[in-house]
């Protein structure tokens, strides 16, 4: 039984994964969902390319919410610049897929330094009021712009092309989005453990102190904003690639709430507990469905003309339960239950 965790040296302190055997289960678990279209129907594929879609826009908001402690509910602007831009380079201007997506993370990342600047300021509900306020701009914008965006009706999405291989089947586009998945979180556990990752932290803990020791907060603060945007951007431009269409409407100001809530739920600041989150809040709208089903054509029917309604309650109450019940989220859950096992029998 392991008595203690002590570290010797500063690389031990910095390492990426502490026991090697969570190597072992990272790849286990990877090659397992890579296997995944093998034995599920196109149904479950899809839930889990939503899953992992949202799961890397997750990470981004978590890394600027989380970790650099900067609240934000403007994201939804950020995903629907994500998905405009892949939309409009491939259609309107011709560049290939492949390179139109990391182009559509960084337009977002651009455009984050709009809200970023004068956010620079502004900490807290003031900082969420201007973060929600982009959004709105964002949403108005795309709406008037009808030569480049084509308002309120929106514009398909051509499918994505990769050294040949188009990716319009289920299965491939899920192998990609778990393999940018994959790529995001090593990103992300790298990050947090570099330089700019402890300054983020540093910032979230005590800005002023952080200035003190001579950080700057101008340089870290803009710079989560845009690698949080980029990480958005990404996914909206995925999300456009997956629905074939974007239209303002698939970028609803519900999003941000929907991502906030899955790192909340998942557990603040913790790679791993974004990506729990995501999953989880992803599959609960399943769960409602099938919950529903058995409750006879009266709740189904309530369901369909309320689901927006339905939804927004279910995620408050989630909300209040984790806070209320398990302040750390999935992620405590998950180290709790670890810590159980580690020392059983003797645990209590």
Same mark, same amino acid.
């Given at each position: 039984?392991?008595?203690?965790?002590?570290?010797?040296? @500063?690389?031990?302190?910095?390492?990426?994964?502490?026991?090697?055997?969570?190597?072992?289960?990272?790849?286990? *678990?990877?090659?397992?969902?890579?296997?995944?279209?093998?034995?599920?129907?196109?149904?479950?594929?899809?839930? $889990?390319?939503?899953?992992?879609?949202?799961?890397? #826009?997750?990470?981004?908001?978590?890394?600027?919410? #989380?970790?650099?402690?900067?609240?934000?509910? #403007?994201?939804? /602007?950020?995903? *629907?610049?994500?998905?405009?831009?892949?939309?409009?380079?491939? &259609?309107?201007?011709?560049?290939?897929?492949?390179? $139109?997506?990391?182009?559509?993370?960084?337009?977002?990342?651009?455009?984050?330094?709009?809200?970023?600047?004068?956010?620079?300021?502004?900490? /807290?509900?003031?900082?969420?009021?201007?973060?929600?306020?982009?959004?709105?701009?964002?949403?108005?914008?795309?709406?008037?712009?009808?030569?480049?965006?084509?308002?309120?009706?929106?514009?398909?999405?051509?499918?994505?092309?990769?050294? /040949?291989?188009?990716?319009?089947?289920?299965?491939?586009?899920? +192998?990609?989005?778990?393999?940018?998945?994959?790529?995001?979180?090593?990103? &992300?556990?790298?990050?947090?453990?570099?330089?700019?990752?402890?300054?983020?932290?540093?910032?979230?803990?005590?800005?002023?102190?952080?200035?003190?020791?001579?950080?700057?907060? &101008?340089?870290?603060?803009?710079?989560?904003?845009?690698?949080?945007?980029? @990480? *958005? /951007?990404?996914?909206?431009?995925?999300?456009?690639?997956?629905?074939?269409?974007?239209?303002?409407?698939?970028?609803?100001?519900?999003?941000? =709430?929907?991502?906030?809530?899955?790192?909340?739920?998942?557990?603040?600041?913790? &790679?791993?507990?974004?990506?729990?989150?995501? =999953?989880?809040?992803?599959? +609960?709208?399943?769960?409602?469905?099938?919950?529903? #089903?058995?409750?006879?054509?009266?709740?189904? $029917?309530?369901?369909?003309?309320?689901?927006?309604?339905?939804?927004?309650?279910?995620?408050? =109450?989630?909300?209040?339960?984790?806070?209320?019940?398990?302040?750390?989220?999935?992620?405590?859950?998950?180290?709790?239950?670890?810590?159980?096992?580690?020392?059983?029998?003797?645990?209590?």
């Amino acid at each position: 039984m392991r008595s203690g965790d002590f570290k010797e040296s @500063y690389g031990q302190l910095v390492v990426l994964a502490r026991n090697p055997v969570g190597w072992v289960y990272a790849a286990g *678990a990877v090659l397992a969902l890579s296997l995944l279209p093998v034995f599920a129907g196109g149904y479950v594929i899809n839930l $889990a390319t939503m899953a992992g879609i949202a799961a890397i #826009g997750v990470l981004g908001l978590n890394l600027l919410c #989380g970790v650099a402690g900067q609240l934000s509910l #403007g994201h939804a /602007g950020f995903l *629907a610049l994500g998905g405009y831009a892949q939309a409009i380079l491939v &259609t309107d201007y011709g560049v290939p897929g492949w390179i $139109a997506l990391p182009l559509s993370g960084a337009i977002a990342a651009a455009a984050s330094l709009v809200v970023g600047i004068p956010s620079l300021r502004l900490r /807290g509900l003031y900082l969420a009021l201007t973060t929600l306020a982009f959004a709105y701009i964002v949403r108005h914008l795309i709406l008037i712009s009808e030569d480049i965006t084509r308002g309120s009706s929106g514009m398909p999405v051509p499918s994505l092309a990769v050294a /040949g291989l188009r990716l319009d089947q289920q299965a491939h586009f899920y +192998l990609l989005v778990l393999a940018l998945l994959v790529a995001f979180t090593l990103c &992300t556990l790298n990050l947090m453990r570099s330089k700019v990752g402890r300054a983020w932290k540093a910032i979230r803990d005590h800005d002023i102190a952080a200035s003190a020791m001579g950080i700057s907060l &101008t340089r870290y603060k803009l710079l989560a904003f845009m690698v949080s945007a980029f @990480y *958005a /951007g990404v996914a909206g431009a995925l999300m456009a690639l997956h629905i074939r269409y974007v239209n303002v409407d698939n970028f609803s100001l519900l999003l941000s =709430v929907e991502a906030l809530a899955m790192i909340i739920v998942g557990g603040l600041g913790r &790679t791993h507990g974004a990506i729990m989150g995501a =999953v989880f809040l992803s599959l +609960l709208h399943e769960v409602i469905r099938i919950a529903f #089903g058995y409750g006879g054509s009266a709740l189904q $029917a309530l369901l369909t003309d309320r689901i927006y309604e339905i939804k927004e309650i279910l995620y408050g =109450v989630v909300i209040l339960l984790f806070l209320r019940l398990e302040p750390e989220g999935l992620a405590g859950i998950w180290r709790k239950t670890k810590r159980f096992w580690v020392k059983w029998p003797l645990s209590q």
